[in-house]
Protein backbone atom coordinates (compact mmCIF):
# COMPACT_ATOMS: atom_id res chain seq x y z
CA UNK A 1 0.00 0.00 0.00
CA UNK A 2 1.50 3.32 -0.97
CA UNK A 3 1.97 5.74 2.36
CA UNK A 4 3.55 8.69 0.40
CA UNK A 5 3.16 9.92 -2.75
CA UNK A 6 5.14 13.03 -4.17
CA UNK A 7 3.44 14.81 -7.30
CA UNK A 8 5.65 17.32 -8.70
CA UNK A 9 7.41 18.94 -5.91
CA UNK A 10 9.50 22.13 -6.52
CA UNK A 11 11.51 23.99 -3.94
CA UNK A 12 13.02 27.61 -5.62
CA UNK A 13 15.03 30.06 -3.81
CA UNK A 14 16.28 33.90 -4.71
CA UNK A 15 19.59 33.89 -5.62
CA UNK A 16 21.55 37.17 -6.78
CA UNK A 17 20.62 39.57 -8.66
CA UNK A 18 17.38 38.30 -8.81
CA UNK A 19 17.72 35.15 -10.34
CA UNK A 20 15.84 31.90 -8.92
CA UNK A 21 17.73 28.97 -7.46
CA UNK A 22 15.97 25.61 -8.83
CA UNK A 23 16.52 23.44 -5.74
CA UNK A 24 14.25 20.56 -6.64
CA UNK A 25 11.96 20.76 -10.09
CA UNK A 26 8.76 18.30 -10.45
CA UNK A 27 9.88 15.76 -8.16
CA UNK A 28 7.46 12.72 -8.36
CA UNK A 29 7.97 8.95 -6.74
CA UNK A 30 5.96 6.77 -4.27
CA UNK A 31 6.83 5.09 -0.89
CA UNK A 32 5.38 1.78 0.12
CA UNK A 33 4.71 0.93 3.52
CA UNK A 34 7.66 -0.74 4.70
CA UNK A 35 9.32 0.26 1.99
CA UNK A 36 12.98 1.79 1.84
CA UNK A 37 14.11 4.02 -1.25
CA UNK A 38 17.24 5.53 -1.30
CA UNK A 39 18.18 8.52 -2.85
CA UNK A 40 21.61 9.76 -3.86
CA UNK A 41 23.66 11.89 -5.93
CA UNK A 42 26.13 14.42 -5.60
CA UNK A 43 26.64 17.41 -3.40
CA UNK A 44 24.31 20.10 -4.51
CA UNK A 45 21.52 18.06 -6.41
CA UNK A 46 18.22 19.21 -3.58
CA UNK A 47 18.72 15.48 -2.01
CA UNK A 48 18.16 17.03 1.55
CA UNK A 49 16.06 20.22 0.10
CA UNK A 50 13.92 16.99 -0.92
CA UNK A 51 13.67 15.57 2.05
CA UNK A 52 12.49 18.49 4.00
CA UNK A 53 10.23 19.65 1.86
CA UNK A 54 8.59 16.32 2.06
CA UNK A 55 8.20 17.12 5.79
CA UNK A 56 7.40 21.09 5.69
CA UNK A 57 10.41 21.74 7.15
CA UNK A 58 10.89 24.34 4.63
CA UNK A 59 7.44 25.06 2.31
CA UNK A 60 7.49 23.72 -0.85
CA UNK A 61 6.88 26.01 -3.93
CA UNK A 62 4.87 23.94 -5.78
CA UNK A 63 3.68 20.17 -5.84
CA UNK A 64 1.31 17.71 -3.65
CA UNK A 65 2.88 15.73 -0.75
CA UNK A 66 -0.39 12.89 -0.09
CA UNK A 67 0.47 10.91 3.29
CA UNK A 68 -2.01 8.13 3.28
CA UNK A 69 -3.97 9.64 0.47
CA UNK A 70 -4.04 13.28 2.38
CA UNK A 71 -2.85 16.52 0.87
CA UNK A 72 -0.04 17.53 4.10
CA UNK A 73 0.72 20.58 1.92
CA UNK A 74 -1.69 22.46 2.90
CA UNK A 75 -2.76 21.95 6.24
CA UNK A 76 -2.49 24.61 8.82
CA UNK A 77 -0.09 24.11 12.18
CA UNK A 78 -2.86 22.15 14.06
CA UNK A 79 -3.65 19.76 11.82
CA UNK A 80 0.19 19.35 10.87
CA UNK A 81 1.25 18.52 14.35
CA UNK A 82 -0.55 15.40 14.04
CA UNK A 83 0.64 14.22 10.92
CA UNK A 84 4.29 15.05 12.54
CA UNK A 85 3.54 12.22 14.70
CA UNK A 86 4.37 9.68 11.72
CA UNK A 87 6.66 11.76 9.89
CA UNK A 88 10.34 12.11 11.37
CA UNK A 89 13.77 12.95 10.39
CA UNK A 90 17.08 12.13 11.04
CA UNK A 91 19.48 14.94 10.65
CA UNK A 92 23.05 14.33 9.30
CA UNK A 93 25.13 16.24 11.99
CA UNK A 94 25.03 14.60 15.60
CA UNK A 95 26.74 17.40 16.78
CA UNK A 96 24.44 20.23 15.63
CA UNK A 97 20.46 18.42 16.20
CA UNK A 98 21.07 17.84 20.09
CA UNK A 99 21.01 20.73 22.61
CA UNK A 100 23.89 20.34 24.61
CA UNK A 101 22.30 22.27 27.08
CA UNK A 102 20.04 19.40 28.08
CA UNK A 103 20.04 16.04 29.03
CA UNK A 104 19.51 12.40 26.56
CA UNK A 105 16.78 11.31 28.88
CA UNK A 106 15.02 15.03 27.73
CA UNK A 107 15.91 15.13 24.47
CA UNK A 108 14.50 12.00 23.27
CA UNK A 109 11.12 12.26 25.83
CA UNK A 110 10.76 15.73 24.43
CA UNK A 111 8.65 14.76 21.55
CA UNK A 112 6.34 12.55 23.84
CA UNK A 113 5.90 16.09 25.73
CA UNK A 114 5.03 17.99 23.09
CA UNK A 115 2.33 15.51 21.61
CA UNK A 116 1.35 14.89 25.20
CA UNK A 117 2.04 11.43 24.73
CA UNK A 118 1.59 9.15 28.22
CA UNK A 119 2.37 10.22 32.06
CA UNK A 120 5.76 11.29 33.32
CA UNK A 121 6.33 7.24 34.36
CA UNK A 122 4.59 6.29 31.15
CA UNK A 123 7.09 8.46 29.18
CA UNK A 124 10.38 7.87 31.27
CA UNK A 125 9.47 4.21 30.44
CA UNK A 126 9.48 4.51 27.00
CA UNK A 127 13.14 6.28 27.27
CA UNK A 128 14.34 3.61 28.31
CA UNK A 129 13.32 1.45 26.19
CA UNK A 130 14.21 3.44 23.00
CA UNK A 131 17.96 3.65 24.97
CA UNK A 132 17.94 0.19 24.93
CA UNK A 133 16.29 -0.30 21.51
CA UNK A 134 19.20 1.59 19.95
CA UNK A 135 22.03 -0.04 21.80
CA UNK A 136 22.69 2.34 24.59
CA UNK A 137 23.44 2.28 28.43
CA UNK A 138 20.84 2.71 30.48
CA UNK A 139 22.68 5.72 32.44
CA UNK A 140 23.38 7.60 29.26
CA UNK A 141 19.39 9.25 29.58
CA UNK A 142 21.16 11.14 32.51
CA UNK A 143 24.10 12.39 30.47
CA UNK A 144 24.99 15.44 28.11
CA UNK A 145 25.42 14.90 24.71
CA UNK A 146 29.16 16.12 24.54
CA UNK A 147 30.23 13.11 26.73
CA UNK A 148 28.87 10.84 23.93
CA UNK A 149 30.99 10.14 20.37
CA UNK A 150 29.41 10.80 16.79
CA UNK A 151 28.17 7.24 16.58
CA UNK A 152 26.85 7.45 19.90
CA UNK A 153 25.06 10.76 19.54
CA UNK A 154 23.54 9.81 15.88
CA UNK A 155 22.16 6.28 18.37
CA UNK A 156 20.79 9.00 20.25
CA UNK A 157 19.02 11.01 17.38
CA UNK A 158 17.50 7.51 16.57
CA UNK A 159 15.45 7.44 19.14
CA UNK A 160 14.17 10.74 19.31
CA UNK A 161 12.99 9.95 15.86
CA UNK A 162 11.44 6.71 17.12
CA UNK A 163 9.75 8.16 20.12
CA UNK A 164 6.51 8.62 18.68
CA UNK A 165 6.52 5.70 16.67
CA UNK A 166 6.37 7.04 13.51
CA UNK A 167 5.72 5.44 9.78
CA UNK A 168 7.95 7.21 7.78
CA UNK A 169 11.34 8.60 8.46
CA UNK A 170 13.41 10.78 6.45
CA UNK A 171 17.48 9.99 7.28
CA UNK A 172 19.22 13.35 5.69
CA UNK A 173 22.92 11.85 5.35
CA UNK A 174 22.85 10.30 8.62
CA UNK A 175 26.33 8.65 8.11
CA UNK A 176 28.26 11.01 6.40
CA UNK A 177 29.79 12.84 9.02
CA UNK A 178 30.72 9.64 10.92
CA UNK A 179 33.87 7.57 10.70
CA UNK A 180 33.79 4.80 7.74
CA UNK A 181 33.44 1.92 10.88
CA UNK A 182 31.33 3.80 12.70
CA UNK A 183 28.70 4.25 9.43
CA UNK A 184 28.28 0.27 9.09
CA UNK A 185 26.92 0.06 12.70
CA UNK A 186 24.21 2.73 12.22
CA UNK A 187 23.58 1.47 9.08
CA UNK A 188 23.15 -2.10 10.75
CA UNK A 189 21.32 -0.46 13.01
CA UNK A 190 18.69 1.43 10.44
CA UNK A 191 18.70 -1.55 9.07
CA UNK A 192 17.39 -3.78 12.00
CA UNK A 193 14.82 -1.26 13.28
CA UNK A 194 13.19 -0.82 9.99
CA UNK A 195 12.81 -4.63 9.76
CA UNK A 196 12.17 -4.83 13.70
CA UNK A 197 9.34 -2.06 13.03
CA UNK A 198 8.00 -2.23 9.85
CA UNK A 199 9.44 1.16 9.03
CA UNK A 200 9.24 2.98 5.70
CA UNK A 201 12.65 5.14 5.34
CA UNK A 202 13.63 7.72 2.75
CA UNK A 203 17.44 7.28 3.24
CA UNK A 204 19.47 10.22 1.42
CA UNK A 205 23.10 9.80 0.73
CA UNK A 206 25.71 10.87 -1.46
CA UNK A 207 27.23 7.54 -1.21
CA UNK A 208 25.59 4.56 -3.52
CA UNK A 209 28.01 2.03 -1.61
CA UNK A 210 26.27 2.93 1.19
CA UNK A 211 22.71 3.38 -0.16
CA UNK A 212 22.61 -0.01 -1.75
CA UNK A 213 22.88 -1.96 1.85
CA UNK A 214 19.70 -0.31 3.01
CA UNK A 215 17.51 0.49 -0.15
CA UNK A 216 14.63 -1.74 -1.76
CA UNK A 217 14.39 1.11 -4.14
CA UNK A 218 17.39 4.08 -5.44
CA UNK A 219 16.49 7.54 -7.03
CA UNK A 220 19.40 9.04 -8.68
CA UNK A 221 18.97 12.80 -8.37
CA UNK A 222 20.98 15.72 -10.61
CA UNK A 223 20.33 19.36 -10.30
CA UNK A 224 16.90 19.02 -8.64
CA UNK A 225 15.46 15.98 -10.88
CA UNK A 226 14.94 12.27 -10.56
CA UNK A 227 16.80 10.74 -13.27
CA UNK A 228 16.64 6.98 -12.79
CA UNK A 229 14.41 5.20 -10.27
CA UNK A 230 14.03 1.57 -9.81
CA UNK A 231 15.31 -1.66 -7.88
CA UNK A 232 18.21 -1.11 -6.08
CA UNK A 233 19.56 -4.92 -7.71
CA UNK A 234 18.61 -3.69 -11.11
CA UNK A 235 20.22 -0.08 -10.30
CA UNK A 236 23.50 -1.55 -9.18
CA UNK A 237 23.59 -4.21 -11.37
CA UNK A 238 22.56 -2.49 -14.70
CA UNK A 239 22.40 1.15 -14.54
CA UNK A 240 20.68 2.73 -17.11
CA UNK A 241 21.34 6.72 -17.31
CA UNK A 242 24.83 7.74 -18.17
CA UNK A 243 24.76 9.91 -14.61
CA UNK A 244 24.36 6.75 -12.48
CA UNK A 245 26.84 5.05 -14.64
CA UNK A 246 29.53 7.28 -13.22
CA UNK A 247 28.25 7.20 -9.89
CA UNK A 248 28.68 3.56 -9.84
CA UNK A 249 32.18 3.41 -11.59
CA UNK A 250 33.45 6.21 -8.65
CA UNK A 251 33.20 3.48 -6.09
CA UNK A 252 36.62 2.37 -4.61
CA UNK A 253 37.18 -1.42 -5.75
CA UNK A 254 39.57 -3.64 -4.43
CA UNK A 255 42.69 -3.85 -6.17
CA UNK A 256 41.90 -1.01 -8.30
CA UNK A 257 44.38 2.12 -7.44
CA UNK A 258 41.87 4.57 -9.28
CA UNK A 259 38.23 5.90 -9.92
CA UNK A 260 37.24 4.38 -12.66
CA UNK A 261 34.35 7.19 -13.26
CA UNK A 262 34.35 9.21 -16.38
CA UNK A 263 32.57 12.28 -15.31
CA UNK A 264 34.57 15.43 -15.47
CA UNK A 265 32.83 18.74 -14.80
CA UNK A 266 30.97 20.33 -12.48
CA UNK A 267 27.48 20.73 -11.49
CA UNK A 268 25.89 23.72 -13.69
CA UNK A 269 24.65 26.28 -11.50
CA UNK A 270 20.86 25.78 -10.45
CA UNK A 271 20.29 29.54 -11.20
CA UNK A 272 21.10 28.79 -14.50
CA UNK A 273 20.39 25.45 -15.61
CA UNK A 274 21.76 24.81 -19.18
CA UNK A 275 18.90 23.86 -22.18
CA UNK A 276 17.70 19.92 -22.49
CA UNK A 277 18.93 17.86 -20.39
CA UNK A 278 21.49 19.02 -17.41
CA UNK A 279 23.63 16.55 -17.74
CA UNK A 280 24.28 16.97 -21.12
CA UNK A 281 27.62 19.14 -20.43
CA UNK A 282 29.73 16.49 -18.31
CA UNK A 283 27.66 13.24 -20.24
CA UNK A 284 29.99 11.16 -22.10
CA UNK A 285 27.44 9.96 -24.51
CA UNK A 286 25.79 13.42 -24.96
CA UNK A 287 23.60 13.80 -28.39
CA UNK A 288 22.45 16.95 -30.26
CA UNK A 289 19.14 16.18 -28.91
CA UNK A 290 20.50 15.94 -25.66
CA UNK A 291 21.60 20.11 -25.97
CA UNK A 292 18.05 21.02 -26.80
CA UNK A 293 15.15 18.56 -25.45
CA UNK A 294 14.63 17.74 -21.59
CA UNK A 295 13.88 14.34 -21.62
CA UNK A 296 10.99 12.86 -19.49
CA UNK A 297 11.59 10.39 -16.76
CA UNK A 298 9.68 7.28 -17.96
CA UNK A 299 9.53 3.78 -18.17
CA UNK A 300 11.57 2.37 -20.92
CA UNK A 301 12.45 -1.36 -19.81
CA UNK A 302 9.55 -2.92 -18.19
CA UNK A 303 10.86 -6.11 -18.12
CA UNK A 304 13.31 -4.97 -15.73
CA UNK A 305 11.55 -2.09 -13.72
CA UNK A 306 11.78 1.47 -13.25
CA UNK A 307 12.02 4.83 -15.01
CA UNK A 308 15.01 6.71 -16.69
CA UNK A 309 14.80 10.10 -17.98
CA UNK A 310 17.67 10.08 -21.01
CA UNK A 311 17.49 9.86 -24.73
CA UNK A 312 18.83 7.08 -25.37
CA UNK A 313 16.48 5.36 -24.71
CA UNK A 314 13.64 6.99 -26.60
CA UNK A 315 11.92 4.91 -29.34
Same mark, same amino acid.
Given at each position: ?32 ? &? +? *? =? ?14 ? !??? /? ?5 ? &? +? *? =? ?14 ? !??? /? ?166 PRVGEKKS ?56
Amino acid at each position: MTLLEVNNISKTFPGRNGAIVRAVSDVSFCVED &G +E *V =LGVVGESGCGKSTLGR !SLL /RLIEPSA &G +E *V =LYEGRDIIGLNRKDMK !SVR /RDLQIIFQDPFGSLNPRHKVGHLIGEPLDVHDIGSRTQRLEKVKELVEIVGLPQNAIDRYPHEFSGGQRQRIAIARALALDPKLIVADEAVSALDVSIQSQIINLIAKLQKRLSLSIIFISHDLSVIRHVSDRIAVMYLGRIVEIGPTERVMANPRHPYTHSLLSAIPRVGEKKSRSNLSGEVPDPSDPPSGCAFHSRCPKVMDICKQVRPKLMTHFTDVGGEVACHLFDK
